[in-house]
């Protein structure tokens, strides 16, 4: 079918050259996507999406996402549909690329800094960047109505299936016979949850034929756009566009990255706002030099022309529970650790983007291929950038990098950029969201440029063998316009990621109590755990303390989780004996695990040298210092889940706790080709340990920390969504103070949980980490007295971490007063429009959510915004997991989108 040129809202349109098909006319030809169909016609006009801050035609860009009738403020267009990076297979191994310590040391000191000395010799990594393009497409599948793609937590879509066609291998090449599909074998190992699959697509030609006919197949590409009568978040207005790649297996090649866009964002004129005037010159009689008036209204362009929405701020988002997150003005530095890449590199490397070429020939996938004859085909590092043009960001060159997802957004075209002026994020502009729903299969990573009107959407594989075919994680791509979300424009796509993985948050509940950690770190013993948790009983009528936490200590070594420290703890039973007296007391006990990590000097690493993570180059990866170095435990290693899963089921069955706080979890994932299985990604590495973890776990409540953040969504209970805290406002020496990334400080710690406060009761509850109310920090009355009031508005976890016998009454009762907790989750209204390093500055509080029993006094109250209203019936019935007072019921939330509701004054 056709679609209506006269359909108001959002529209997808593939730029084709020519039809694949042979009965349609050679050129004025296009692909359409929008949610009232889908459609591959000659008929669409020629529309060329114009903007202020670039000039794009119609042979420059190959999609374009846009309003298909009026003029949008934001639209989108990528110049490629999709580039992949390959290597030869047997380079991504770890004997192909190991080196000496001894060699790799001469080549980084003096065999890079002295002319006269040679660099030794090593192996290179030859990498071939390949674009599909649309003049590579096959052909093109609508798929519409009642046998329209189903996405978990979007719902049914509209969609297009693009094949490409094979840039290499032929139908003589063969596989083998052995199982590809190594994650579905390891299911059978374990009795793991079953996931489901994300979506009904159907299986792709080369999982329907012999292995004789595999390799004739290219790549897959999908878009899908949800269609108008799906159940699902921000349909109207501002539906999102999805896709995703499904490539075929090849024992040649490993993939190393996928760019799935590499786009541009077009700025367009403000449709309610009009033209700007010149300045007029000041009367100057006296020829006095006078200063000429400013216009009310200020443009991207020196020229007097419409006002436009230019972008102001990006919203980054962090590898994992410590890494940086938050809003930057546009122009300004990312926040970065301030400790060598030795000491900090692991806590925030997620996906790597290695898309440059290194040569030029897909010859280089014949395992006969001749290096030695065939030099001239080697890029040089000085051809490199020019090699490269296409892909201008890379890991590089790029400005912003962010985990997972990015939202680029605008404080609006009247907004007055006043440093005492706090913008508010409702009275901005529009934003855009793009980024991954999962990452399960791939680390995601989105790279922008400065000015933030470029950006690429990268999948990360790092060398994995395409052995057993590979599929991207859906991307996402939404423009939310200002009038379509109230102050979260992420509201939308948190909200689909969370049903996506299929998080419940709201399954258990609040997590508050005591940890062990800050007071008396690695040095607890039986006995100071049991004096605390008498006091925590105590208090329990003023505190509502519903958890006692043991942290790390009680173990001679990481790894060796059954060896408890002589002199400190029983031998026989003492975990058991700790968790039946926290329990007896009222209260759920806790403890701390590292299950893939563990110490260089443990039983386990002696025992095990085959379970550690290798780097390239052969040695055992660096997992980062938190004070010491350990080793990480390769999670594609089945006898690394067993030990996971024994441990876990360990602590749960025979010690008895019922709350499992599991730390470091990133070290399962280490970026390295040493492992046990090159054909599963970093993330799949993830995933497959979390399903382990949550297997063993049962109904515990799970704590998540030090874990990537997309990857544990629907896995955990509770995650921690911050560095460490500490007993400073900033980091202590010999810690830099001017580090505001991941080193333990309050500072730090604020600013995440309140820039990650969207996410709380969404995905999981936020852990912000503990409170110190003790005097013996460095922190002032009043640090102590913000931290613990922006904890209890922002409705997560919260728990103390002091010697309960030496705090005073006076910081006590700072706790006090903050309970019993709401369970509901203030919104930052600045988010988007800090200009301080991330830190949102003003927080709104609403008392209840709005549920069908207070519509009569929410209508009354939200009169001005009666799109506030309209939405919350509209959306009645889409409501699910979601923050709630205590005493309501989920299914009569009527809008789990609007704050608009009833508060405190």
Same mark, same amino acid.
């Given at each position: ?406 939202? *680029? ?140 936490? *043991? ?355």
């Amino acid at each position: 079918m056709a679609i209506s040129s006269s359909y108001a809202g959002w529209i997808f349109r593939l730029n084709l050259p020519q039809q694949p098909a042979k009965e349609a006319p050679p050129s004025g030809y296009y692909a359409e996507l929008c949610p009232q169909g889908a459609s591959v016609t000659s008929n669409a006009s020629n529309t060329v999406i114009s903007g202020n801050n670039s000039n794009v035609t119609d042979t420059n860009w190959s999609w374009s996402y846009s309003s298909s009738t009026e003029p949008s403020r934001w639209n989108v267009t990528s110049s490629t549909l999709l580039s992949i990076t390959y290597r030869p297979a047997q380079e991504a191994v770890g004997g192909y690329t190991s080196v000496s310590l001894g060699k790799q040391c001469w080549n980084s000191s003096v065999g890079s800094c002295c002319t006269k000395r040679r660099r030794v010799p090593t192996r290179q990594i030859h990498r071939v960047k390949v674009t599909y393009n649309v003049e590579d497409i096959a052909r093109i599948e609508p798929v519409e109505g009642d046998e329209g793609v189903w996405i978990r937590g979007i719902g049914n879509c509209h969609a297009l299936r693009i094949h490409f066609k094979p840039k290499f291998g032929s139908s003589s090449d063969t596989f083998d016979d052995e199982d590809t599909n190594s994650i579905a074998a390891a299911d059978e190992s374990f009795d793991l949850p079953h996931m489901g699959p994300p979506d009904n697509l159907q299986s792709p030609p080369w999982k329907l034929e012999s292995n004789e006919t595999k390799m004739k197949w290219g790549p897959i590409l999908t878009f899908a756009i949800p269609q108008h009568d799906a159940k699902v978040h921000a349909v109207h207005e501002c539906p999102p566009l999805l896709w995703k790649v499904e490539h075929p297996p090849n024992p040649r090649v490993a993939v190393d990255c996928m760019t799935l866009m590499e786009g541009s964002l077009h700025t367009c004129p403000h449709p309610d706002i009009p033209k700007l005037q010149p300045p007029k010159e000041a009367a100057n009689e006296d020829n006095v030099e006078v200063e000429m008036e400013k216009p009310l209204l200020t443009s991207t362009n020196a020229s007097c022309c419409d006002v436009v929405d230019t972008p102001t701020n990006v919203y980054i988002h962090g590898y994992q529970s410590w890494s940086f997150s938050g809003s930057v003005v546009q122009g300004e530095k990312q926040p970065t650790s301030a400790m060598p890449d030795l000491f900090s590199a692991a806590f925030n490397r997620g996906g790597v983007v290695l898309s440059k070429p290194t040569c030029s020939d897909l010859d280089a996938f014949d395992v006969e291929y001749d290096w030695e004859e065939n030099e001239d085909k080697i890029i040089s590092n000085a051809d490199l950038s020019t090699a490269d043009l296409d892909d201008g960001l890379n890991e590089d060159t790029a400005y912003y990098k962010s985990d997972m997802f990015a939202c *680029i957004s605008s404080n609006g075209a009247t907004s007055k950029h006043d440093e005492e002026l706090i913008i508010l994020d409702e009275e901005g502009g529009p934003a855009l969201i793009v980024g991954f729903l999962s990452q399960r299969e791939q680390f995601g990573m989105v790279l922008l440029d400065s000015d933030l009107n470029r950006f690429n959407l990268y999948a990360c594989h790092e060398g994995v063998i395409a052995k057993k075919g590979l599929s991207t994680d859906w991307a996402y791509c939404q423009i939310v316009d200002s009038s379509c979300y109230d102050e979260e424009a992420m509201v939308y796509y948190v909200h689909a990621v969370g049903d996506h993985n299929l998080a419940t948050p709201m399954d258990k509940g609040l997590t508050t109590g005591w940890c062990s950690w800050y007071h008396y770190y690695e040095n607890i013993d039986h006995d100071s755990l049991a004096q605390n948790a008498h006091i925590l009983e105590q208090k329990k009528s003023t505190i509502g303390f519903n958890v006692c936490l *043991i942290d790390d200590g009680y173990m001679t070594a990481w790894g060796d989780w059954t060896s408890l420290k002589p002199g400190k703890f029983s031998k026989d039973g003492g975990m058991r004996i700790l968790a039946d007296a926290i329990r007896s007391k009222g209260m759920k006990p806790g403890v701390w695990l590292a299950p893939f990590a563990c110490d260089k000097k443990s039983n386990l690493a002696k025992d095990h040298p085959d379970w550690i993570i290798r780097n390239d180059s052969g040695r055992y990866a660096n997992s980062a210092n938190c004070g010491k170095f350990f080793y990480g435990l390769d999670a594609t290693n089945p006898a690394v889940r067993k030990h996971v899963y024994d441990t876990i089921k360990r602590a749960v069955d025979e010690w008895g706790f019922d709350v499992l706080k599991l730390d470091f979890l990133y070290a399962s994932c280490l970026a390295g080709n040493g492992k046990y299985d090159n054909t599963m990604s970093r993330a799949e590495a993830m995933h497959l340990g979390l399903r382990t973890i949550r297997a063993a776990a049962k109904d515990a409540f799970i704590i998540g920390c030090g874990c990537p953040i997309g990857s544990a969504v629907g896995f955990v209970d509770g995650m921690r969504v911050s560095c460490d805290t500490g007993p400073t406002w900033v980091p202590a020496f010999p810690l830099p103070s001017s580090d505001n990334a991941t080193l333990p400080a309050l500072r730090g710690m604020l600013r995440n949980t309140m820039s990650r406060a969207p996410l709380g009761h969404r995905w999981w509850h936020n852990d912000p980490d503990c409170i110190l109310l003790g005097e013996s920090t460095k922190l002032t009355d009043n640090e102590v007295v913000s931290a613990a009031s922006i904890v209890a508005m922002t409705g997560g976890m919260f728990l103390l971490s002091d010697d309960m016998q030496k705090v005073s009454d006076k910081r006590l009762n700072v706790a006090k007063r903050i309970f019993p907790l709401t369970g509901c989750t203030a919104v930052p209204l600045d988010l988007h429009s800090t200009i301080n390093q991330g830190m949102p500055s003003v927080l709104r509080l609403w008392c209840t959510e709005r549920t069908n029993s207070s519509v009569e006094k929410s209508e009354s109250a939200v009169s001005e915004s009666p799109k506030n209203v309209a939405s919350g019936r509209l959306l009645k019935d889409q409501a699910s997991k979601l923050e709630y007072e205590v005493g309501y019921s989920p299914e009569n939330i009527i809008d789990p989108y609007s704050r608009e509701r009833s508060c405190f004054t």
